[in-house]
């Protein structure tokens, strides 16, 4: 891997320009993860067929002449939510152990058309439910900086995977921080969409109003690859925006940040967050400042509204969408032995309670109370109210600011059961990254630092409704002036 | 029945005429081997969406406004959420508090009418089939688009019920939305019915009636639990709230469930389908292709025609028809003669030989040709039924049938005048009665005639050729 280059962009131009093959760069990846991965458990299955059918093809087209596209030969883990047709997509849960794709999401298929080779899946919290990829029915999987720490979630697997150098892209799904945050632990950067930016046919849903597909890199300009070759309206999901304007190009328009105005909510830069995080993020506006932003201090008052309205919502919208997983058509049947006789409910209950982990369990039955009749108006649309209230609040702060900045994560990576019997705890890990889901605003997680222990710190960039590009242009020029991104861990 | 008031409300569900599901792009039809008629949509595969059918909320809103209902501009998609073997996603998608239309009305007869509640689209489940082997699923009707339509409770009796279902039935067919046969479940009903003490004003206790496959069965099933609940609430029993099926064959219902603990749907706003907005021109635009409903076509037929309320009821029954009606007088039938070739002929061969009128061999111009014949009198009413079957069998015009048939009326006074002649030398007493002044003999002569040019004669002219024959030999 030496001489190879290692960021998306550097290996698609190479092959593009015939100076690397296709099929080495998979070759290579996939004999890294054979080396690597064994330990540190960031990929489910690799799709290595696939992969080396695809570079052989790009391979092919180049020796033709051919243009190939921005992504070519460019190898992307995705999340074990995303379905790849013929391949598992388990969502890392028993429910779905023995599902095979019959088609592919439409976010996938538009980076495989743009010459992106998809290495495998990677692995993730169960349906997406967990900050830790703890709740995984599949795997453990290591945070690449310590192996006895967290990688953060739920889409550890893909931000292990990039750290630990295994693909330059993962693709992960963020709900209420599960890219940004595994991102900050795994110290790379990640960036969740404008909701409904990319399209979600093809992501096993969790909280559907929430639910983004988002993508993790080393660079932020990797990021806006990506994003520009997956945006844009798809006629299957009536929640996807009209297609943007491509956000690539934006990058290399800013040098510095003269003329930003960022934002610094009092919410989310305070309680309950680490000092050795608040000081990483301290430094990182001093660095900003010094690139010529205004710093503004604001409020976000209904950020303390957050986390319980994100919990309401998206367990609430979690019982709907898992009601499918019923033992009838398809995923885990209970075989249990009181069957036999008995009607259809008690094969789904029992399927359910089978295939099910405590913690979806949990969520499930948190959402159908919250739900529940007698109980939604006092709970899932007091929760609306709240959700509406801080979409408000954030709205009236752009009309001030151009960014909003925080820490992407309290804390620095966990270790691995640390407030294991405290879900609430664990919930307010999500307390930074849940105001930006809630609110369907673009947002970002840049490394900024580390711990005096050597664990990555994430710093949060929060950009207006659509406006992906100028969360990218600024970690971009932060990534120009820094070197924190480029922090690799000892394997 | 004595000393109570019967209330009755119909919930109605309407499949929507699309080629396609409401949320997938899956084929919708009647028949079909199992599951072949099933997008991942429809089985509700991990990572699918639905896509609204635009044509769903096309004809959903042309049968809101063909039944006077008010659109709502903003509407929304919700899950209703129950578990069932039939039920993929575990939810249903279905519209909750903010249906696509309230209010409207439905004639019931006389001069009452029953008022609407609502109406909303929602999708169909798919069908269990009990066997030997298990029960097993089939997802072909998953997700075909259906209209709810839930009336008020203004029925008071089993047979105004009968006339609502048959005014909507019409209305909905009218509108293109739908084909509303009950038999193939595009058109279902369940029925609610409570009785209350004359004069009050608080209901009585609802039993809810599934299993109604016709009209008539709603109206029998309605009329057996007005006598059942009278009966109970006689002997000073409670009804109890339930839902019971109607058992057509055995004449009589039977409890299936207790509706008294109602279950919990946990309605929430569908989130991955944005809110339905529509606006004034789109309604405008639907409005505009309904065209002419049921009763004004009657009245048009009335003015236009003059034809009598039997003959506009038998016309407007359903749209092809009063269509077909239309098409006959303006190739040129008479409006009377068209109404009865195409009520009591035509319709009834068709029927008979299990073949829709779209499908009829005869076109509207063959007919409009016979009517025309015959009023020129080129045909007789005898000859013009043979040209009418031959016509049922060959694709030909109805003069070609004529000359097939060897049909054609002679009305040459040279081509008949042999065979008058020929019938006085056969009988020629009778010639001698009619010269004699008994008018009726000239009866048998005619009879002769007719028998041997197998009707073909002109009436007239053989009437007038008999007289002037026998009145020159005399």
Known sequence: MSNTPTSATAIARAIQNGEVRATDIVTAQLDRIQRVDPELGAFCSTFSERAQQGAARLDERQKAGEQLGPLAGVTIGSKDNLLVTGEPASAGSKMLATFCAPFTATSLQRLEQHGGLLLGRTNMDEFGMGSTTETSSVQKTRNPFGHDLVPGGSSGGSAAAVAADLCPIAVGSDTGGSVRQPAALCGVTGLKPTYGRVPRYGLIAYASSLDCVGALARTAEDLALWLDCCSGQDGADATSLPTPEPVAKLLGERQDLRGLRIGVPRELNGEGIDPEVLAATQKAISQMRDLGAEFIDCALPSAKHAVPAYYLLATAEAASNLARYDGVHYGLRSEHEALGQQSSIDTTTLSRSEGFGPEVQLRIMLGTFASSYGYSAQFYERARLARRALQCEFQGLFEQCDVLLSP????????????????????????????????????????????????????QAMAKHGNDGLALQLAHVFQQHSEHHLRRPQL | ??????????????????????????????????????????????????????????????????????????????????????????????????????????????????????????????????????????????????????????????????????????????????????????????????????????????????NLNSLKMVQRALEYEERRQTAVLAAGGKVLAETRGWQDELGESRAMRSKETAPDYRYLPDPDLPPLVLDEAYVAEQRSKIGELPEQRRDRYRQEHGLSDQDVVALAQDREVGDWFEQIVASGAEAKAACNWLIEELLPTLRERKVELSQSPISPAALAEVLTLLKTKTLTQKTSRLVFAHLLDNDVTATQAIQDLGLGKIADPNELQPLVDEAIAEMPQAAVAVRDGNDRAIDALKGLVMRKTRGRADPELLDSLLRTTIAANS
């Not at chain 2, 009755?8 to 079909?32: D, N, R």
Request: aromatic letters at 6%; one cysteine or more.
């Open chain 1, 408 to 459: 992407t994560s309290p804390t620095a990576a966990p270790h691995f059961g640390d407030k294991q019997d405290d879900p609430l705890a664990r919930y307010m890990w999500d307390a930074l990254t849940v105001p930006a889901s809630l609110a369907g605003i673009p947002a970002i997680s840049m490394p900024c630092d580390q711990t005096s222990d050597g664990r990555p710190i994430g710093l």
């Open chain 2, 1 to 210: 029945m004595t000393g109570y008031t019967t209330v009755i409300g119909l919930e109605v569900h309407v499949q929507l005429g699309t080629a396609s599901k409401l949320f997938s792009p899956a084929p919708v039809q009647a028949l079909g081997d199992p599951n072949t008629r099933v997008h991942h949509v429809d089985i509700g595969l991990p990572g699918v969406l639905p896509r609204p059918n635009q044509k769903v909320i096309e004809l959903a809103t042309r049968a809101a406004l063909a039944l006077g209902s008010e659109i709502q501009l903003y509407s929304e998609f919700a899950r209703k959420h129950y578990f069932y073997p039939d039920l993929p996603k575990g939810y249903q998608i279905s519209q909750f508090d903010l249906p696509l239309a309230l209010g409207g009305e439905v004639p019931i007869g006389g001069d009452r009418t029953c008022r609407l509640h609502r109406l909303h689209v929602e999708e169909d489940a798919g069908k269990l089939t009990h066997s030997a082997i298990g029960t097993l699923v089939d997802l072909n009707r998953a997700g075909v688009p259906l209209a709810e339509i839930v009336s008020e409770p203004d029925i008071r009796a089993p047979k105004e019920a009968h006339t609502f279902l048959h005014n909507l039935r019409e209305v909905i067919r009218f509108a293109g939305v739908s084909d509303c046969d009950m038999e193939l479940g595009s058109m279902r009903c369940d029925a609610n019915i409570s009785l209350m003490p004359v004069g009050s004003d608080t209901y009585g206790t609802k039993v809810e009636l599934k």
